[in-house]
């Protein structure tokens, strides 16, 4: 008996096709150990060492000691809270009443709302930053040239250079991430909630406070941690408006600590401040997943009888409308039109009669001679490599996760959630250290493939949620068919699996393209003559002070990504739901 | 009591406008049952909506309890939360970050007649016993079965004692045997609140057993309105025949004398008003009220039958005959002993045919 049950359970886990998958589930967590794990461990060596990477040496406190007795390091932390808290109060004021406006009401032109908000998402946010700043700056900027003009004011009249207006600009940059988290979370929401309350003669107010509010609050909890998450880990609006005016964050520090302006690079002092940002980034992902659960709990989907009612805003409608446009300008049409003046510019100045007799397209002309053809190339690698590779390892993924029994599916899921946590500076601090210190493990420090690598792992997590919502709605069925049938696994897999998840792929593919086109933060911290692509060419022009060649090569980027989304969104009219995970 | 009158009501979507009402009229009476009856699609969680306000309407008045809470014509437009209703929701719509107490609570404390905070309790309590859900009160909304949000969402609707309940297929999301208590029980409830019901359902058995009257709807219509029995025994038209109950149709043409030709020979029976002599008629009777006999029996209209199929229920068993080159469905005691291939005598209530043009 007992020979026989042995027999049978060997016989079992010699199963060719069950070892199989369960081979290849392993390999895949095993290379996302590596993708999420090294970098992570590298901040960790780093932060134990002293010296330039691959100096070896013992490991030690130093780093450390060094961080956190300096009571410079407690105002960091103090900005950093105070920034990340501004960000998210700012972008809740704008995404919460826009879902609601746009979800549930009959506000006007809501179509060209959506719109113009995916639009936002293709503006990178350094170059918003820098078109505000050429509006805000209390030197150059120019509302306070034109405040000088007609009240000759000697003091500036608004400064972007200070923590409100650096939370202001990201806060305005976040609204799209935000809408389309929340409005994913309230078409989920039963309508009936809402008339119930109606019909048990609760007013429209207290029905807002008492149902709505309470209903969505584990979702717009979600997004706050959310946002605050990625608010401590943001580089480009603390880089250029926080290192002018010497207001320094956790991420601005990390920067600074491994390329300082003047003397040598400092990893372990930036991986002593990664830890504090790491940790942080843990715990706000755990809280994150938590209230997401919770969240999935209030949630009925009924399917019949689900038919949400727009309500009738009636006077309203227009200062509703309004105050879309308001927020729309901040995010989209003002920067637009500063950058698109300033290019025409020969340098920056007020609009005027005389100004537009100078309006010249030489910016353009130029731009190519200063910057040459090796940006252009550059990105367009990160922008088919990235999408490729990430999408790859992401269906791979998903697919165990979701449809099969492989006992470590849940960590493997995990995994590629992880990068979520893992503020982006970091990880691509972490991978500069392993390049340089292992140079002969990983011979990539300097190539565009560092950035490549590193823009791959940050887009796993958005690559894998997507993937995974669209492998679950392929019904299990339809791949048990043509298991039946005889066919193989991978043959399944590619021929039954694949083409039905095909649309929903190719969407997060054009959207990691485009993610991965507009990336800043990544490329400038792996940085190499050889490896420039277009957003850290226009950083260096910032930099070097070129203004009219920023918003000119800033001009073209824009509308490079509008047409290449445009033109595919004819195609794909649900493109625009794709956008969240930036 | 609800009174409507010309009721229409249009949709505009992405491919132009749907009719959803053409023109309702109806009167509920005070403390009456009234089911709206119909197909999916045709109208009825629509007129249900409007009558609560959770959908304006374009045309038509509505009137409840005597004021008008409708009517567009003369700019009359209540707000759900003015009108004097209770409602039970098809997905119940139990607010899941309230207990159960809170649910049934908030009504009383946040609604149109709110009471004294130490009353409320009393009235909860009560409310609950109704549906017998007493002791449930602390129960999380997220942790009650199907059948107990249920009871909970017709506590709720209830305890501000409304003048009228509207109830949207209330049953529809519950498994069959606890359909049938359910509606047993719903049927108690109002009958000892008496409160004035509206109630949606396109289940025409749940329909005629729990309405003082039913109202069959189609394609933005009324087609026919009537005590359970009225409508059963004497559908008006074509589509209330086949709509409610079991039936069986014959194409017939009407004869010179007043009786209607079929392959069962000539029918003599009450003919519809302004038909033509020599028109197509469709002649329709219920299979309970054929009968099988083995041989002829003198002074009743038979003709000879064969049995094709016989499905057996328990109770009753429904047959399939062969009669004059038509297909029959006869409904017979389960204990009928007709075997399928059987020669037999089908008997033909002359008083039970119903004709339509
Ligand atoms: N919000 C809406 N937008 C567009 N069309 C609608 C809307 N609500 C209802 N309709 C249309 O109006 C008609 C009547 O719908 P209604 O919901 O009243 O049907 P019903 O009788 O309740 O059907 P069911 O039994 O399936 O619930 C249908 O053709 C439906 O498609
Ligand atoms: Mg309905």
């Known amino acids: 008996m007992k020979a026989i049950a042995v027999n049978g359970a060997l016989a079992r886990a010699l199963d060719f096709r069950n070892y199989g998958v369960n081979f290849f589930a392993g390999a895949l967590l095993a290379l996302l150990t590596i993708l999420v794990g090294a970098p992570v461990l590298m901040v960790m060596l780093m932060s134990l060492r002293t010296g330039f990477p691959g100096e070896g040496g013992p490991l030690t406190l130093t780093n450390f000691v060094q961080a956190y007795t300096d009571p410079g390091t407690y105002e960091i932390l103090l900005n950093t809270i105070l920034f990340a808290t501004g960000t998210v109060t700012v972008t809740l004021l704008f995404a919460v009443p826009l879902v609601w406006l746009l979800m549930r009401t009959d506000m006007p032109l809501k179509g060209t709302v959506y719109v113009l908000m995916t639009v936002g998402i293709l503006i990178p946010v350094f170059l918003r930053t820098i078109a505000w700043i050429l509006l805000l700056s209390p030197r150059i900027g120019l509302v306070n040239q034109w405040a000088r003009q007609i009240f000759g004011m000697e003091q500036p009249l608004v400064s972007l250079y200070n923590i409100p207006g650096m939370a202001f600009i990201q806060g305005v940059s976040f609204v799209p991430a935000a809408f389309f988290m929340l409005a994913a979370a309230y078409r989920t929401m039963d309508p009936a909630l809402e008339e119930a309350a109606y019909t048990s003669g609760v007013s429209k107010l207290q029905t807002f406070l008492r149902i709505n509010i309470p209903i969505t609050l584990p979702a717009i909890a979600g997004v706050m941690v959310y946002l605050f998450m990625t608010a401590i880990a943001v580089f480009e609006v603390p880089a250029i408006v926080g290192l002018p005016a010497r207001i320094l964050v956790l991420s601005s520090l990390v920067y600074t600590s491994t390329n300082p302006p003047t003397g040598l690079p400092n990893y372990g002092l930036a991986g002593a401040y990664g830890g504090i940002m790491l940790a942080a980034g843990l715990i706000l992902a755990y809280f994150y997943v938590r209230l997401v659960r919770q969240g999935k709990k209030y949630t009925v989907i009924t399917g019949r009888g689900y038919r949400p009612r727009e309500i009738a805003l009636g006077k309203w409608k227009w200062s509703a409308l309004a105050f879309a446009m308001l927020y729309l300008s901040m995010e989209v049409f003002i920067p637009f039109l500063v950058l698109v003046w300033t290019s025409l510019l020969p340098h920056l100045r007020l609009p005027s009669m005389e100004a537009l007799s100078s309006v010249t397209l030489k910016n353009y002309v130029t731009i190519m001679d200063y910057a040459g053809t090796r940006p252009f190339i550059n990105t367009a690698v990160l922008m088919f490599g990235v999408p490729s590779v990430t999408m790859l390892v992401s269906v791979l993924v998903s697919w165990v996760v979701i449809r099969t029994h492989v006992s470590f599916r849940g960590i493997l899921d995990t995994m590629a959630f992880l990068p979520h946590a893992l503020p982006s500076i970091l990880l691509a601090v972490g991978l500069a250290y392993l390049g340089l210190a292992y140079r002969n493990v990983f011979p990539v420090y300097g190539t565009i493939f560092i950035i490549v690598i590193a823009h791959t792992i940050n887009w796993i997590a958005y690559g894998t949620r997507t993937t995974n919502s669209v492998m679950i709605q392929v019904h299990r069925e339809l791949e048990e068919a043509g298991k039946v049938s005889g066919a193989s696994t991978p043959r399944v897999l590619g021929r039954i699996v694949l083409p039905l998840v095909a649309a929903g792929v190719f969407n997060s593919w054009i959207w990691v393209s485009m993610l991965s086109y507009r990336e800043v933060t990544m490329a400038l911290t792996l940085y190499s003559r050889k490896n420039v692509v277009i957003s850290t060419v226009v950083w260096q022009f910032w930099g070097n002070g070129w203004v009219p060649e920023v918003a000119a090569l800033g001009v073209i980027l824009i509308a490079f990504a509008l047409i290449v989304v445009g033109a595919l969104k004819l195609g794909f009219s649900r493109l625009g739901e794709y956008g969240s995970g930036s | ?357």
């Open chain 2, 1 to 357: 009591m609800i009174r409507i009158r010309g009721l229409k009501k249009w949709f505009k979507t992405r491919h132009g406008q749907v009719e959803a009402l053409r023109g309702i009229d109806l009167e509920v009476g005070e403390r009456e049952f009234f089911v709206l009856l119909g197909p999916s699609g045709c109208g009825k969680t629509t007129t249900l909506r409007c009558v609560a306000g959770l959908e304006r309407a374009d045309q038509g008045e509505i009137e409840v309890g005597g004021t008008t809470v409708s009517s567009p014509e003369k700019g009359i437009y209540v707000p759900t939360e003015k009108r004097d209703i209770g409602m039970v929701f098809q997905s119940y719509a139990i607010w899941p970050h309230m207990n159960v107490f809170q649910n049934v609570a908030f009504p009383l404390i946040k609604g149109r007649r709110q009471i004294p905070r130490h009353q409320v309790a009393e009235k909860v309590s009560q409310a609950l016993k109704l549906v017998q859900l007493g002791g449930l009160e602390d129960r999380p909304a997220t942790d009650l079965s199907g059948g107990q949000q249920q009871r909970v969402a017709m506590a709720r609707a209830v305890v501000t004692e409304p003048t009228i309940l509207l109830m949207d297929e209330p049953l529809s999301n519950l498994d069959a045997r606890l359909r049938e208590q359910m509606r047993l029980e719903l049927r108690k409830i109002t009958r000892s609140i008496g409160v004035t019901t509206l109630y949606v359902t396109h289940d025409q058995a749940e329909a005629l057993s729990l309405g003082d009257r039913v109202c069959v709807m189609n394609e933005g219509e009324i087609l026919q309105i009537g005590s359970p029995q009225e409508v059963y025994s004497r559908p008006q038209n074509l589509f209330v025949a086949q709509f409610v109950g079991e039936m069986n149709f014959i194409r017939g043409r009407l004869s010179g004398d007043g009786q209607v030709e079929s392959p069962f020979g000539k029918v003599r029976c009450a003919l519809p008003q302004g038909c033509q002599r020599g028109s197509e008629v469709t002649l329709a009777i219920r299979p309970e009220h054929l009968t099988l006999q083995p041989r002829a029996a003198a002074g009743a209209a038979c003709v000879e039958a064969k049995v094709l199929t016989k499905n057996y229920l328990g109770d009753a068993a429904l047959l399939e005959v062969d009669a004059c080159g038509v297909n029959l469905r006869v409904k017979l005691a389960g204990d009928a002993a007709f075997a399928v291939g059987e020669k037999a005598v089908l008997v033909l209530p002359p008083d039970r045919w119903s004709v339509y043009a």
